[in-house]
């Protein structure tokens, strides 16, 4: 099994900016993608970013400038930077990672179990 802990989240005004921060630990062997998903209120869950082992980088449009994922392989970590915040990225933002088991090495999803992101005045 696969924890995922974020941290980062937060109250923020229009125009600034927050960390997101999720570490993973378990049976892990390697990780085909980690990356972010958000949900607000009455929307469905969407991708915000996500980064693949071999380093490939994809971002929804919407964020595209303004937030950047990054990874520390050998922390298991993965990073949300997000600047230039809207009200319209309020969500709570879940951490994702799809993992090759240790002991099975097949292919799994774990998720996080959410940060609270608020952009307002």
């Known amino acids: 099994q696969v924890l995922l802990v974020e941290s980062g ?3 923020v ?3 600034g900016s927050l960390r997101l921060s999720c570490a993973a630990s378990g049976s892990i062997f390697n990780f085909n993608f980690m990356g972010w998903y958000r949900q607000a209120p009455g929307k469905q869950r ?3 970013a996500r980064i693949s082992s071999g380093g490939t980088i994809n971002y929804v449009d919407s964020v595209k400038g303004r937030f950047f994922i990054s990874r520390v392989y050998a922390k298991n970590t993965v ?3 997000m600047n230039s915040l809207k009200p319209e990225d309020t969500a709570v933002y879940y951490c994702n990672a799809n993992y090759i088991n240790a002991t099975t090495l097949s292919a799994l999803d774990a998720w996080g179990q959410g940060t609270l992101v608020t ?3």
């Open 13 to 15: 005004q229009p125009g």
């Open 79 to 81: 990073y949300l930077q």
């Open 119 to 121: 952009v307002s005045s």
């Open 46 to 48: 969407e991708l915000v």
């Open 9 to 11: 989240g937060g109250l």
